[in-house]
């Protein structure tokens, strides 16, 4: 999110020096930037030096097992029928990847002992069921149900739950950064007043006491298929202040505020984020198309340069049979889709809709893991055939 925040203790003037309490020694900067240093960035002060590390190693990690030779075709799956239990890492499942993106859940049953920083990938952490705190180097950040959490590669956080009894992540990992969409901000980078959402909108981190403590502390790094684990001589939330444009922040899907047309609006008008790679959107409780003669389902499309995917997360979906919450559907590129047989005509008439929905639209094309070949519905890619004007 681009706007300025400050917390805490800061010098005057950056690079600079910063004494501690005792006049002698200094506190220690980190420039934390994007795009080498010419993206935004923020400055963090720390008590120790964020170098110290007094021992690496490398953990063996299971991965999940890719379909190889996956069909071209519809897909629908289940994502609740694939749990493991764990810790913000280990209770992850991949379904869908390439390159840029990783998609995955994570039903999480326990607190993790070990911080974490994924150092290659920018996370967004859908919080379907469960509430708690999230913590990192900026402070805490308390979350609740249908809350996105939004990760800058690089951050070091851990995030508890309140309880595991039913606990659900919708996650998706991204090589480049989440973004406000341009077209929803002026020049000076100000939200604009068509825009879907506005700052106060946005929650980011609350002051935290900075943890001034020695001896061996966990922290387990992600680069791409690896994790490493590293040995640190010092608590890492020992960040006295910062300040900048970089730093880990908090949206409700509840208040996006979705746009109404006269006639059918297509999917870009539920956009949330933007990445270089692929786009985010929201689907919200809206009212219908007000033409008199509008039909409020989606028309059939084939979007040749897309594939398109939907986390279903609550209510009754217009276009959809046997969706149920948690469910996945998948469109590729290079084949048509839209409303199943029927649906068009029930949408006719219909006033309004009471769904919740994220939409992930890849500019690459996605990998299957087995974990969809093993929670898909069987016949999805046939659900077209009769009971329609054939």
């Not at 006295?240 to 996006?256: E, S, T």
């Not at 068009?344 to 094309?365: C, L, P, Q, R």
Request: hydrophobic share 30%.
């Amino acid at each position: 999110m681009s706007f300025y925040v400050k917390l805490g203790k800061v010098p005057p003037k950056r690079h600079t020096t910063f004494y501690k309490s005792d006049g002698k020694s200094l506190y220690r900067e980190e420039l934390f930037s994007t795009i080498g240093f010419s993206g935004i960035y923020s400055n963090k002060y720390h008590i120790y030096m964020p170098t110290q590390v007094e021992q690496i190693s490398e953990l063996d990690k299971t991965e999940d097992k890719m379909w190889e030779n996956s069909p071209l075709q519809y897909y629908h799956f289940f994502t609740d029928k694939k749990q493991s239990k764990g810790d913000i890492l280990s209770s992850r499942n991949e379904f869908l990847k390439n390159s840029h993106c990783i998609l995955s859940t994570a039903h999480i049953t326990e607190d993790a002992d070990f911080f974490y920083r994924n150092s290659h990938m920018h996370e967004l952490l859908f919080v379907h069921h469960g509430k708690g705190e999230f913590l990192s180097e900026y402070g805490s950040l308390i979350f609740k149900e249908w809350d996105f959490i939004i990760v800058p590669k690089g951050t070091t956080y851990k995030i508890n739950f309140e309880n595991y009894e039913n606990v659900k992540l919708f996650i998706v990992e991204s090589d480049t950064p989440f973004d406000i969409p341009k077209l929803f901000r002026n020049e000076y980078g100000q939200l604009t007043e068509d825009a879907p959402y506005y700052e106060r909108d946005f929650r980011v981190p609350e002051y935290t006491q900075p943890v001034d403590e020695k001896g061996d502390f966990k922290l387990l790094l992600k680069v791409s298929n690896r994790i490493f684990n590293y040995k640190l001589t010092h608590h890492p939330f020992d960040v006295v202040g910062w300040d900048g444009y970089l730093y880990p922040y908090i949206f409700n899907i509840k208040d996006y505020a979705p746009r109404v047309g006269q006639l059918h609006l297509p999917p870009p008008v539920h956009l949330f984020l933007t990445t270089q790679h692929f786009v985010v959107c929201t689907f919200c409780p809206r009212l219908f198309d007000f033409h008199h003669e509008a039909i409020p389902a989606p028309y059939f499309h084939s979007n040749c340069d897309s594939d398109e995917v939907l986390y279903y997360v609550h209510g009754d979906f217009m276009s959809r049979k046997g969706i149920k919450e948690g469910s996945i559907t998948l469109h590729p590129m290079g084949i048509p889709h839209g409303p199943q047989p029927g649906k068009t005509e029930e949408s006719v008439g219909k006033k309004s809709t009471d769904e919740y929905a994220i939409m992930i639209d890849t500019f690459a094309s996605l990998q299957l893991t087995t974990n969809v070949k093993d929670t898909m519905v069987d016949d999805y890619s046939q659900s077209w055939l009769g009971n329609g004007n054939d």
